[in-house]
């Protein structure tokens, strides 16, 4: 069965610093691979997504993930960091002929001014 | 895209109660997922409709947990007899296409408390 790793549960910043927010996953083959992003209350929101090609994936809000087969990995990174992304982050993977998506256990981003 | 949606935002209800949520997926989408949320963690699957047919549902899901997906457009989850265990935000998700390439879009969940 896959699984999926986030070994940090919560990451601080400053505003303006850079970010990345890791993600390693288990699973025989290569999976699809995605980032959502979830606002406290809220439903989850798609940032970006893998599926295949180009290892460096480009996502919305400035976001960026590169696949990383040898290291099963798919790491969220941002140049620079605003206060409005302080969120909770989740990698997610689905095996390419399931239906549902197996998720981290997330990481909680806290921005300082 | 009037986006996935879904009611009642918030359910409180006492232990033993039975609770209903709804799901209205983004009208074009043909498949329909319900996941469930605990405190701290990742959303965790629990059934998937294509169309109307139901085709897979997690262990996850007891017997005191039924869902629907008449004519295959809004889904309903049911939940008997709660028990404080069911506390948690119930997620529903769409996507359109037979691959799993097709990314879910995901509502902004029923959080369930049972008193």
């Known amino acids: 069965a896959q699984s999926v790793t986030q070994p940090d549960i919560h990451i601080t910043v400053s505003e303006g610093a850079s970010l990345e927010l890791r993600c390693n996953y288990s699973?025989?083959?290569?999976?699809?691979l995605f980032w959502y992003v979830q606002s406290p209350g809220q439903g989850l929101q798609l940032l970006l997504k893998?599926?295949?090609?180009?290892?460096l994936v480009q996502g919305i809000k400035g976001f960026e993930a590169e696949f990383k087969r040898s290291q099963s990995s798919f790491n969220l990174r941002k140049p620079s960091v605003h206060w409005s992304d302080a969120a909770e982050y989740f990698c997610?993977?689905?095996?390419?002929?399931?239906?549902?998506?197996?998720f981290g256990s997330g990481t909680q981003l806290t921005v300082l001014p | 895209d009037t986006g996935v949606s879904q009611n009642p935002r918030h359910k409180i209800t006492k232990r033993g109660q039975n609770v209903t949520f709804r799901c209205d997926p983004i009208?074009?989408?043909?498949?329909l997922y319900w996941y469930r949320q605990t405190l701290g963690q990742g959303p965790e699957f629990l059934t998937y409709?294509?169309?109307?047919?139901?085709?897979?549902k997690s262990r996850l899901l007891s017997d005191r947990f039924s869902a629907e997906r008449p004519k295959g457009s809004f889904s309903t989850l049911e939940i008997q007899r709660t028990e404080q265990g069911d506390s948690a935000m119930y997620l529903c998700?769409?996507?359109?296409?037979?691959?799993?390439?097709?990314?879910?879009?995901f509502g902004d969940g029923t959080r369930l408390s049972i008193l």
């Open positions: 997610a993977v689905a095996p390419g002929s399931a239906r549902q998506l197996t």
């Open positions: 893998y599926f295949s090609g180009d290892t």
């Open positions: 998700a769409s996507s359109l296409g037979t691959n799993s390439n097709q990314p879910q879009h």
């Open positions: 409709f294509q169309n109307e047919a139901q085709l897979e």
């Open positions: 009208s074009e989408h043909n498949r």
């Open positions: 699973y025989g083959a290569t999976p699809y």
